[in-house]
């Protein structure tokens, strides 16, 4: 088994600087485009700075959109499950609005490269799982829904699906009082929860 690579110590405010090197490049030039070279020429590095950080370009990008990233589902804790959902959305909404050009670049990039995929799995899409699940559990302790309910399975594919769909279905993105309107037609009945709707 190789050794895990040692990484040098870089400031938190130098590892922003990077990630957002690499990010403004994928929104210019597209994730083809994209070199370690031209993110050590924009964060004015070597490049072998970036290579013992980030072994590989998929790994770079996932670990620049993950660090930084708004949204933390995993600090979601409202009390109740529909307040936690509603609020994961919400935060998901902000993310996700303000980088419809990053979206797009992505979109199309995992589609043909699975190392991409692989690497956005295990930086972003699987806390975010982790994290609906935890919300699931904390509503079955608190006997809000029922733990063999078989929509159970379902809701953070839901979640995450429909953030992703509506921009490659209908050409928008989504916004909270579309999510609003998902939760409360298929989540909530799905999960047999009864909630009004939010004021």
Known sequence: MTPPQRRSKITPEREREFYEAALDLLRESGYDALTMEGVAARSRCGKSTLYRQW???????????RGTSCVRLADVDTGTLAGDLRAATRSAVVGSGRDTALMHALGHA??????????????VIEPEITAIEAMIGRAVARGEIEAGNPAVEFVAVQLIGVMRARMMIDGRPVDEAYLNRFLEASVFPALGLRVPAPS
């Open 55 to 65: 072994r590989t370009k998929p790994q770079l990008v996932a670990a620049a959109l």
């Open 110 to 123: 995992v589609l043909q490269n699975p190392e991409l995929l692989q690497a956005l799995r295990e930086a």
